[in-house]
C-alpha cells in the first residue's frame, strides 16, 4: 500500500511534482500519483480523498495553482497532514496560489512549502514518516549530511581556483 498520496491539479503542475516523486524514490517510500482536479471534476475528487485514508496513506501532497483549492479541500477530508505546493503563475506569479493554499481556516491546517517547492514537500512527507520510522529517520539524518559535504566541495573547490575560474 502506498503510503503517500501525491495528487495536482493539472498535468501542467507535473515538472514540480515530480521533484516530490523523486525524493520519496531516493528515500525508498511508497506513493501514488494522480492528477486530479477539484474544480473541474469534484466528484472524483471527494472519491479520491474520502478513500485516501482507506487506501493507506499518511500523507497527501497536494499541488495546484491560481485559486489552488485542492490541497485545502484534501486537509478537509483527509485526518492526516496534508503538505501543499504552490504552482508559479504567470499572472500573479504565484502569490495568488500561495495565498489559496496557506491562508486556511483554524481547525484545517496545510503545511505550505515554498512556491514551486516541490523536493522540500517530498522532504517533509518523508520527515513526518520517520517519526515512527527509525531505518527512515536514519536515510533522512545521511541525506541533510550529503547537503553539507556538497557545499563543503563547493567551498573547496572556490578556494582552490578563485570566483573568476568557479
Ligand atoms: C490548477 O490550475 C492546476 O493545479 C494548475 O496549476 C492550474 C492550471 O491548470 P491548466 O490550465 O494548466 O490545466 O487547477
Given at each position: 500500500m502506498?503510503k503517500?498520496?501525491?495528487?495536482?491539479?493539472?498535468?501542467?503542475?507535473?515538472?514540480?511534482m515530480?521533484?516530490?516523486?523523486?525524493?520519496?524514490?531516493?528515500?525508498?517510500?511508497?506513493y501514488?500519483?494522480?492528477?486530479?482536479?477539484?474544480?473541474?471534476?469534484?466528484?472524483?475528487?471527494?472519491?479520491?480523498?474520502?478513500?485516501?485514508?482507506?487506501?493507506?496513506?499518511?500523507?497527501?501532497?497536494?499541488?495546484?495553482?491560481?485559486?489552488?483549492?485542492?490541497?485545502?479541500?484534501?486537509?478537509?477530508?483527509?485526518?492526516?497532514p496534508?503538505i501543499?505546493?504552490?504552482?508559479?503563475?504567470?499572472?500573479?506569479?504565484?502569490?495568488?496560489?500561495?495565498?489559496?493554499?496557506?491562508q486556511m481556516?483554524?481547525?484545517?491546517?496545510?503545511?505550505?512549502?515554498?512556491?514551486?517547492?516541490?523536493a522540500?514537500?517530498?522532504?517533509?512527507?518523508?520527515?513526518i514518516?520517520s517519526?515512527?520510522?527509525?531505518?527512515?529517520?536514519?536515510?533522512?539524518?545521511?541525506?541533510?549530511?550529503?547537503l553539507?559535504e556538497?557545499?563543503?566541495?563547493?567551498?573547496?573547490?572556490?578556494?582552490?581556483?578563485?570566483?573568476?575560474?568557479?
Amino acid at each position: 500500500m502506498a503510503k503517500v498520496g501525491i495528487v495536482m491539479g493539472s498535468d501542467s503542475d507535473m515538472p514540480v511534482m515530480a521533484k516530490a516523486a523523486e525524493i520519496l524514490d531516493e528515500l525508498g517510500i511508497s506513493y501514488e500519483m494522480r492528477i486530479i482536479s477539484a474544480h473541474r471534476e469534484p466528484d472524483e475528487f471527494f472519491e479520491y480523498a474520502k478513500t485516501a485514508e482507506e487506501k493507506g496513506f499518511k500523507v497527501i501532497i497536494a499541488g495546484a495553482g491560481m485559486a489552488a483549492h485542492l490541497p485545502g479541500m484534501c486537509a478537509a477530508i483527509f485526518p492526516m497532514p496534508v503538505i501543499g505546493i504552490p504552482m508559479h503563475t504567470t499572472s500573479l506569479g504565484g502569490r495568488d496560489s500561495l495565498y489559496s493554499i496557506v491562508q486556511m481556516p483554524t481547525g484545517i491546517p496545510v503545511a505550505t512549502v515554498a512556491i514551486g517547492g516541490g523536493a522540500n514537500a517530498g522532504i517533509l512527507a518523508a520527515k513526518i514518516l520517520s517519526t515512527s520510522d527509525p531505518q527512515l529517520l536514519d536515510k533522512l539524518k545521511k541525506y541533510t549530511s550529503s547537503l553539507k559535504e556538497s557545499v563543503i566541495k563547493k567551498d573547496e573547490r572556490l578556494q582552490e581556483v578563485g570566483y573568476k575560474a568557479y
